[in-house]
């Protein structure tokens, strides 16, 4: 005869499996809910995958807040581990694994004013306009520190919503700055954050400024990871040709070898973001080549597949935190001081946006003037507003980067912070929601699908060099030669710097990396 009170284990063990099961099914069965869609609604001009997320979201919070008598709107718990450790990854990776190399370091000088400087002076803006602002709307008890870290989650960008709806072959110049300057931005304001968290801003001194010598320390490092790790990927793949007996071992290999990238650089309290994504740039540069034609094209959709997923899961999930009862509750402001904070983050955010894009396109336009007269290469006041434009979208990373200053594994007991986080979440939402449905009108207006495609080929617009096979310098040539072909060098280098450095490097590339590393002939190269 069986014991009871094995029967009453056995029945609490069988509860607690299914209490972790049915919220886990319940959400994969929303997430393909999304997929559905997101489909149907392929050809609306007003909605893409994010809005869908958010909106399915939505309805789906409201139906578990009345099915629970209005406790809860969540599923799952979100925490910032969940989002750092497993959602990011994959997002970040895919990003430089998928990137357009030769677009990307055409205008790699652009991109990094609009990613990095960008983000200085967002960040500038922001956290000064919310010190100023918010104890006037009796949004009291936030530190500098916290002042600062508002700044870097609001400066960080979503610009998937205008991704969706540029057409690369169209626009390739615009495509590249908007999609380069995303990741860039989003990396940046990672880095930047880690660095806020490490300053102590109650001992204002010259040690204060520390936080630009710390970001520089984690970006220089965390890139320096990321490539080690994408070159040594690539090395083992040529070496051992995996190959040879089975696709699986290959494609394993590139998922374990980034993953790893990723949690060394956090162990090392690196940037994993920025590790990652230097890792997918340099194994979609080498290591894709040195693996099967059925593994390139496995590894494509997988990685893709995989950044999708995660991206809609933190869309999802946003959707029903805003209506999470809880926190609102929480909150002590009146209505009309909570709407006075949520319009002067969004007021902040143009500005911030605007401070920037502005006035740096105006200098990039200055550089790639003296550099080249082709007129295709600059950055034309409508491109300058589509992609001030696109950088007003806040998404998961704001999301993640709020979580993690102003929650312990997603919960908080703290009024101004529990304020801070729906403050996140209704601007997220609003800029998800209202930029996001006007993105498509707005681009559509603004880059008329009449207008003739123009290809730009920035080999043409810079200066006539010589064969990429001649060697940097001849030991077999006589030194006048070598020099005047220095001096020649020198004279590129200092008219058109961007394009000779580009020369130079896959001279270099094609010579001593590819042989060892793998990848294409000069012809094929995508960089």
Same mark, same amino acid.
């Given at each position: 005869m069986v014991p009871l009170s094995w029967i009453s284990d056995e029945a609490r063990n069988l509860a607690h499996e299914h209490a972790q099961v049915v919220p886990i099914s319940l959400f994969v069965a929303v997430l393909c809910l999304c997929l559905v869609i997101g489909y149907l609604l392929e050809e609306n001009r007003w909605v893409n995958e994010s809005i869908v997320a958010i909106i399915v979201g939505i309805f789906a919070g409201i139906m578990l807040l009345l099915i629970t008598k209005g406790k809860s709107s969540h599923i799952l718990t979100f925490s910032e581990e969940l989002f750092f450790i497993y959602l990011l990854p994959p997002i970040i990776f895919n990003a430089g694994f998928q990137v357009k190399k030769k677009q990307f370091f055409h205008n790699f000088l652009t991109i990094m004013m609009f990613g990095v400087i960008g983000v200085f002076i967002s960040t500038l803006v922001i956290t000064c306009g919310s010190w100023w602002i918010f104890p006037k709307l009796k949004l009291l008890g936030l530190t500098g520190q916290d002042f600062l870290a508002i700044g870097t989650i609001f400066s960080s960008t979503d610009t998937v919503c205008t991704l969706q709806v540029l057409h690369q072959d169209e626009t390739p110049l615009l495509y590249s700055l908007v999609f380069g300057e995303g990741v860039v931005n989003d990396a940046t304001s990672v880095v930047l954050f880690n660095a806020v968290q490490k300053l102590d801003v109650s001992k204002f001194s010259s040690k204060t400024f520390r936080v630009i010598g710390d970001f520089l320390y984690l970006f220089l490092l965390s890139t320096g990871l990321g490539v080690l790790s994408g070159l040594l990927t690539s090395y083992i793949l040529k070496a051992l040709s995996f190959g040879r007996h089975s696709s699986v071992r290959e494609i394993a290999l590139m998922m374990l070898m980034a993953y790893l990238s990723y949690m060394l650089a956090e162990l090392c309290d690196l940037s994993g973001i920025l590790t990652v994504f230097f890792c997918g740039i340099l194994m979609s540069h080498y290591a894709w080549y040195n693996v099967t034609e059925t593994s390139r094209i496995t590894t494509r959709h997988v990685f893709a597949t995989m950044s999708f997923i995660a991206e809609t899961f933190i869309f999802l999930y946003v959707g029903m935190d805003a209506l999470d009862i809880e926190k609102w509750k929480m909150t002590q402001l009146s209505y009309g001081n909570l709407l006075g904070i949520y319009s002067s983050l969004i007021l902040l955010i143009l500005l911030g946006r605007a401070a920037f894009v502005f006035p740096l396109s105006a200098v990039a336009n200055y550089t790639n003037t003296r550099a080249s007269s082709d007129r295709a290469s600059r950055i034309t006041f409508r491109h300058q507003i589509i992609i001030w434009w696109a950088?007003?979208? =806040?998404?998961?990373?704001?999301?993640?980067?709020?979580?993690?200053?102003?929650?312990?594994?997603? /919960?908080?007991? &703290?009024?101004?912070?529990?304020?801070?986080?729906?403050?996140?979440?209704? /601007? /997220?939402?609003?800029?998800? #929601? /209202?930029?996001?449905?006007?993105?498509?009108?707005?681009?559509?207006?603004?880059?008329?699908?009449?207008?003739? =495609?123009?290809?730009?080929?920035?080999?043409?617009?810079?200066?006539?060099?010589? &064969?990429?096979?001649?060697? #940097?310098?001849?030991?077999?040539?006589?030194?006048?030669?070598?020099?005047?072909?220095?001096?020649?060098?020198?004279?590129? #280098?200092?008219?058109?710097?961007?394009?000779?450095?580009?020369? %130079?490097?896959?001279? %270099? &590339? &094609?010579?001593?990396? =590819?042989?060892?590393?793998?990848?294409?002939?000069?012809?094929?190269?995508?960089?």
């Open positions: 950088g007003l979208m =806040r998404g998961a990373v704001s999301i993640a980067l709020a979580f993690k200053q102003f929650t312990f594994s997603g /919960v908080t007991s &703290d009024p101004v912070k529990a304020t801070m986080i729906t403050n996140t979440i209704i /601007v /997220v939402l609003f800029s998800t #929601l /209202v930029f996001g449905f006007l993105t498509k009108p707005l681009i559509r207006y603004l880059l008329p699908h009449t207008a003739t =495609r123009k290809n730009i080929n920035h080999e043409e617009s810079g200066p006539q060099i010589e &064969d990429l096979n001649l060697p #940097l310098l001849s030991l077999e040539e006589s030194a006048a030669t070598n020099i005047s072909r220095a001096k020649e060098s020198l004279s590129m #280098l200092i008219e058109s710097p961007v394009f000779t450095i580009h020369h %130079f490097w896959r001279r %270099f &590339d &094609d010579a001593y990396m =590819r042989p060892f590393f793998g990848g294409p002939h000069h012809n094929e190269s995508q960089c």
